[in-house]
């Protein structure tokens, strides 16, 4: 099922920009952020990540894998719900995401059908007209889905990638992102990609999330931007009336694991 393919790159493609500055041992030291060096207050952002209930999360850009650079927009917990949606780009299609508890709603636009399913595409959506499929989370077909809507998918990715070290990590200049009061950190990369650069704002007041995350290299051009940390993810699911069940819609067999 493609939605699946595009779901799990999406969550691929957030994750690895969030982890790379992150990674490494949690420090708790209680000096002002700003003095510490440039490791430590990249540990800083990592145990205020990992202690988050619930965030937003939007990234945008290039990642280098020869597609348009596409959008992820959601807002997660560690629940597993979440509310939001996939961009491909170009015109490529989206697709709107809806996980509340063991359900999960996802919709395709018309450019999604045209582009991704270019065999039987226009009978899924004029089957759909609007509507969203909906699906259990045990569903093999929707298991991307519900893993790129878990907040702990990306937790367990940083926490699985602490002490993944390489290039420089430098700090940077105070700035502000948002509104938001930020220390930049970055890590520059080695060899060959010496002239990568991965920088992490971090917040400077409160608890020192990580705000703002950016990739340059030759090959990709993305920011990650999180907010609404520990704010609830929005209840609202979409009615009956809007919904088509995906057994209904692609066979009562799911696809194999």
């Keep these: 099922m493609t939605v699946q393919r595009i779901a799990a790159r999406g969550a691929a493609c957030a994750a690895v920009v969030v982890l790379t500055v992150t990674s490494g041992a949690v420090a708790r030291a209680d000096d002002d952020i700003e003095s510490l060096p440039a490791q430590q207050i990249a540990e800083r952002s990592r145990d205020a990540l990992l202690d988050a209930e619930s965030l937003h999360l939007r990234a945008e850009g290039d990642l280098g894998e020869g597609r348009p650079p596409m959008t992820i927009d959601l807002t997660l917990d560690r629940n597993g719900n979440c509310v939001g949606g996939i961009d491909l780009g170009d015109g490529k299609g989206r697709v709107e995401i809806v996980k509340r508890g063991d359900e999960v709603w996802v919709k395709p ?10 065999v039987g595409g226009t009978t899924f959506e004029a089957i759909l007209a609007g509507r ?5 989370a045990s569903d093999s077909r929707l298991r991307p889905v519900v893993k790129a809507c878990d907040l702990d998918t990306f937790r367990e990715l940083v926490t699985d990638n602490a002490g993944t070290t390489g290039g420089t990590l430098t700090r940077g200049t105070p700035s502000t992102v948002g509104g938001t009061r930020t220390i930049p950190v970055t890590r520059s990369g ?3 990609r010496k002239d990568d650069r991965l920088t992490v704002y971090v917040a400077t007041e409160g608890k020192h999330y990580p705000v703002r995350i950016t990739v340059r290299s030759e090959t990709s051009d993305a920011a990650v931007a999180l907010s609404r940390f520990d704010t609830p993810v929005p209840t609202a699911t979409p009615s009956p009336q809007d919904t088509v069940d995906v057994n209904a819609l692609l066979g009562r067999t799911p696809a194999p694991a």
Excluded: I, L, S
């Design 190 to 192: 080695e060899g060959d």
């Design 109 to 118: 636009d018309a450019d999604f059908w045209e582009n991704q399913v270019p």
């Design 132 to 136: 969203y499929m909906k699906g259990e």
